[in-house]
């Protein structure tokens, strides 16, 4: 008798039950249970992406990856080389002419060579002041104590402006085509971080995620960008990654090595390519390095080591005591009452004054002619 209940309670189709076994009557039937189940069904139909778009999610992440890391740190060091090789162009070609007006002043007079000699310095760091005084005040200096502020968290407004760095390539090249014995490193170091910030905001829409929205982000291009200025400089693409740990090293990240290395290789390669493809013989060989060196197999003894060690003692000292001098002095530049009434604030007339008097100390004829 039980057998007939069950078969009047539970009735079976297509092996799935259409009533309630358990006769409560609580409206549950085997519909309602496989509407739940081709619902789910739909929505992980809805869920799963199709071939079309798992490649195409794909690629966009590889265009993101190879335009944040690639792409960036390969432009960063070829458009910092291209600068490098045009700034050290030319301030060579200028340098040269100050040597034919100097010679054909000095066929008239000596007086006359000593006065264009003079001049001709005077002229041109006096543009290169006005290019920076009114093009981009940021410009002036070397900018590397500002990058540094920056890089630890403080946000200078206008130091990494194309307009800056527009004041610094034409000032830099005014300066240095004068004969003023100043250098590039400090420019460059500036100038690669003013790249590497444009880039960084150019390449923004083909970007998964905002290049240069974080503070990580921030410190990971600029120092990048300080590498890549001292590669430029002395064709040191190893030695251009140590500075640039120098120079962030609370902040600098494990995987900014390689992206700094390479960048600063393509920097020093493109360098050297231009220098010896197209750049005249004359230019090549006074850009490519400050000291050229040849090391023979043995470079040094042990007895010179005692001797090295000192130079280093030496040279540090000498370093601390030329830090405290030049703290003197630009606190006394600064505050000064008489110094401020002759050459005033915005250092202009001190500039003029300076190369005045490095004119006349680099004059080659002497004084005595």
Known sequence: MARPLLDEQVHYNEGR????????????????????????????????????????????NMIHFLVEDWFISAMLGFITAILSIAVDMSYEYLNHYKVIVYDQAMKVDHIVGFTAWVMYIVAFVGLGAIV???????????????????????????????????????????????????????????????????????????????????????????????????????????????????????????????RSFFATT???????FVNYAIIPKDIAGAITAYYQTSFPNEVFVVEEIPIFAFIGILSGLLG????????????????????????GKDGFAFTIFMAFVVGIITFPAGMDG
């Not at 393509?266 to 050297?272: P, Q, V």
């Open 17 to 60: 039950p259409i009533a309630d076994p358990s006769g409560d009557g609580d409206g549950k039937t085997g519909d309602d249970d496989d509407g739940d189940s081709i619902s789910s069904d739909e929505e992980a139909e809805g869920i799963r992406e199709s071939k079309h778009e798992f490649f195409s999610r794909h690629l966009h």
């Open 320 to 343: 601390a005591v030329f830090l405290i001098l030049h703290g003197w002095i630009s606190k006394f530049i600064r505050k000064n009452r008489i110094f401020l009434k002759v050459f």
């Open 132 to 258: 920076c005084k009114y093009i981009s005040k940021h410009a002036i200096g070397s900018g590397i104590p500002e990058v540094k502020v920056i890089m630890n968290g403080f946000m200078l407004q206008n130091y990494l402006t194309f307009r800056t760095l527009v004041a610094k390539v034409a000032g830099l090249v005014l300066t240095l085509g004068s004969g003023l014995p100043v250098g590039k490193e400090g420019p460059f170091v500036h100038m690669g971080a003013i790249v590497a910030t444009l880039l960084a905001k150019a390449t923004r829409p083909f970007q998964q995620s905002a290049f240069y929205s974080n503070e990580g982000r921030d410190v990971e291009i600029l120092s990048s960008g300080c590498a890549v200025g001292i590669a430029c400089t002395f064709s040191a693409p190893a030695g251009a990654v140590l500075y640039g740990i120098e120079s962030t090293h609370k902040y600098f990240a494990v995987k900014s090595y390689w």
């Open 266 to 272: 393509c920097s020093a390669l493109l360098f050297r």
